[in-house]
């Protein structure tokens, strides 16, 4: 294989970067919630074919240790390391002969019937979990277990060509594909990646010639428009340009991002899919598949091409709609999430394009069980990637969060940690602890939204800081060296859907607090008993309002107010931080349908008294109304 351009940043091993602080809290809830205890309550993973059961054989085994493993391994949780140990064992001792992984026959969930043709996408999906787990581990059979796999792949796209899913999801093989030629190179793996993607589909062509600009037909699923295969699809060109160097498939990323935006963006940094791109309407879904792949196809984005700007975006989907469509303690999940969600119920007539009328309850498996199992790896590859390496030999602070890194630099070993309550608050304590004196630089991001972002080393302020780029700190690292780091939050007006507004500050969007009552459905279903049920939530108090604000008056028509950082802190009552508004109610915009009426277009007038409101993170919100109607 010709030799892949360079990373801009290299990330850590797993386990090199672990959580502290809020994110821990929030990596422990997780564990203790479903995704830890998928494989005692699911028999879908319990009983998977991939573990020697009788049930589903194909992607949803893999998915679940594609995020179960980071989970593990940024906690460093001994129980669920062994846990994860075992199956990862299980998958090695059954490896076929010929590099085979997992089961041959695809049997599909829901006791659909086998598939002839096996879709290569269940083997691409465990390659990547593999290769997180040798990172760990360091196993050597792991490494033996992916060339193998990976050989078997290049002689059977010969004669069964990629289809399906794995035809469009085809560049997730790239990952592990470069992962094993950074480790152990050979000819035939650019044989194969050559393969992959001439029998793969071309993104950048299909974005570039005929971009989907509206919302999909109802009922017309398909491939191409698939909410989950776009936030996948956006590293595509990524990947490939490690080996074509081609200027164009640079290009083609940031052109589907823009597409992606301005034709079906939420003011949450996703779009919509429900389950195929669904518009600008508020009221649409998008699929946690889609959050959580965005999210790591975000951070990979980051890595190839170092730009910030795909942090910016990275932390905005990560702390708004990722937490947002969880239950408070993670044992449920939403398949949809609305970014105006006034409802969660069973609906007949849902507003999805295709998706079922149990897509936006709170659940076990709403609608369709591959959020299930994939929703596991949204937070654990997060804090994987808050550190990396630079190219000039030092260290990236590439997103924030509560963390500690281990590194070592020129044979030295270097500790970092930053403690702060980000993204609720701008200051980050920064603390770099070195044993023996070394020369490094240190690369601290600064968001793009961070005007008047300062920095002062043991306590000497630092030339000013330049928003959306990297700020590069060199110098002899010594003992303990403290930084401080404070990315000034200003409020900001987004426009959405007929020309509603939402507010936003730093990388948090704030969405109106309403009133929950959250009632259990599906109790006679099987593995439907608590804590993993089912759940529709109903609005127990207003929130149809249009709301006093404008840009001039930006800096008075809305006031921030922090609350204590708690345990829970992306729930309603847990909400650190709120800020208070002006709104009238609008009697006229009602429910139809489970879900908020169609946005009435701004400018409105409404004669209702004016009302103080309370706007909390997006992220804390279970129900919501985001983007307004403004008033007259
Ligand atoms: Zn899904």
Redesign the pocket.
């Known amino acids: 294989m010709d030799p892949l351009l360079p990373l801009a940043y290299k990330p850590l091993p797993l386990g090199a970067v672990r959580p502290l602080g809020w994110l821990e809290r929030q990596l422990r809830l997780q564990a203790d919630g479903l995704s830890g205890h998928l494989d005692e309550v699911w028999a879908d993973v319990r009983d998977s074919r991939w573990f020697g059961g009788d049930r589903e054989g194909w992607e949803r085994a893999p998915y679940w240790l594609d995020g179960v493993i980071p989970l593990a391994y940024v906690l460093d949780d001994p129980a669920l390391k062994a846990r994860v140990d075992r199956y990862v064992n299980y998958v090695l001792d059954h490896q076929d002969e010929d590099g085979w992984l997992g089961p041959r026959a695809m049997v599909q969930a829901g006791g659909r019937p086998e598939e002839t043709n096996y879709d290569l996408w269940g083997q691409l999906l465990a390659l990547k979990a593999l290769a997180q787990y040798h990172d760990a581990t360091g196993q050597e059979r792991v490494l033996d277990a992916i060339e193998r796999n990976l050989r078997c792949l290049e002689r059977i796209i010969d004669r069964k060509p990629l289809f399906n899913w794995g035809q469009f999801r085809w560049y997730e093989g790239l990952v592990g594909l470069y992962w094993l030629n950074e480790r152990r190179p050979a000819p035939w793996q650019g044989d194969l990646a050559i393969k992959l993607q001439a029998q793969g589909f071309h993104w950048g062509e299909f974005f570039r010639r005929w971009p989907l600009t509206g919302p999909t037909p109802r009922g017309r699923w398909n491939f191409m428009g698939h909410v989950?295969n776009n936030a996948m699809a956006v590293k595509a060109h990524a990947l490939w340009w490690r080996l074509s160097g081609e200027p164009t498939d640079r290009a083609a990323v940031y052109d589907m991002i823009e597409k992606l935006e301005r034709y079906h963006g939420m003011v949450t940094g996703m779009f919509t899919g429900d389950e195929c791109l669904a518009g600008r309407n508020p009221t649409q879904g998008t699929?946690?598949?889609?959050v959580v792949e965005y999210a790591y196809s975000l951070e990979t984005l980051l890595s190839v091409f170092g730009d910030p700007a795909f942090a910016d975006r990275l932390e905005k989907v990560v702390f708004n709609a990722l937490p947002a469509t969880f239950s408070p303690d993670m044992w449920a999940h939403q398949?949809d999430q609305q970014v105006n969600q006034v409802q969660c119920s069973r609906q007949l007539d849902p507003p999805w394009n295709t998706n079922g009328p149990e897509s936006n309850l709170f659940g076990l498996e709403p609608n369709?069980g591959?959020?299930t199992a994939?929703l596991s790896q949204g937070w654990p590859k997060f804090a994987a990637n808050l550190w990396m390496r630079s190219p000039d030999g030092g260290l990236a602070a590439m997103a924030y969060a509560p963390s500690q890194m281990w590194a070592e630099l020129d044979g030295k070993p270097v500790h970092v940690r930053l403690e702060s309550e980000y993204p609720f608050r701008s200051e980050l304590d920064i603390c770099v602890t070195v044993e023996k004196p070394v020369r490094f630089p240190l690369h601290l991001r600064i968001p793009a939204w961070a005007k008047g972002a300062t920095l002062a080393v043991e306590g000497q302020r630092q030339p000013a800081l330049k928003p959306g780029s990297f700020f590069r700190l060199e110098r002899e690292w010594q003992g303990e060296t403290r930084l401080l780091l404070t990315l000034p939050m200003r409020p900001e007006l987004l426009r959405g859907h007929h020309k509603s507004v939402a507010v936003a500050r730093g990388p948090l969007v704030y969405a109106l607090r309403i009133g929950e009552e959250w009632r259990q459905v599906n109790g006679d279903r099987p593995e439907h008993e608590l804590p993993h049920g089912d759940w529709e939530v109903y609005p127990t108090t207003p929130w149809n309002y249009g709301l006093r604000i404008s840009e001039k008056t930006l800096a008075e028509d809305v006031v921030f107010e922090n609350r204590p950082l708690g345990d829970l802190p992306f729930t309603p009552e847990g909400a650190p931080l709120e800020a208070r508004v002006y709104g009238r109610r609008l009697p006229g915009w009602s429910l139809r349908n489970g879900s908020a009426e169609e946005t009435p277009a701004s400018p409105v007038q409404s004669s209702e008294p004016l009302e103080p409101l309370t706007l909390i993170p997006y992220g804390c919100t279970n129900l919501r109304v985001t983007e307004f109607p403004v008033l007259i």
């Open positions: 989950v699929e946690l598949c889609a398949y369709y591959c959020c994939n």
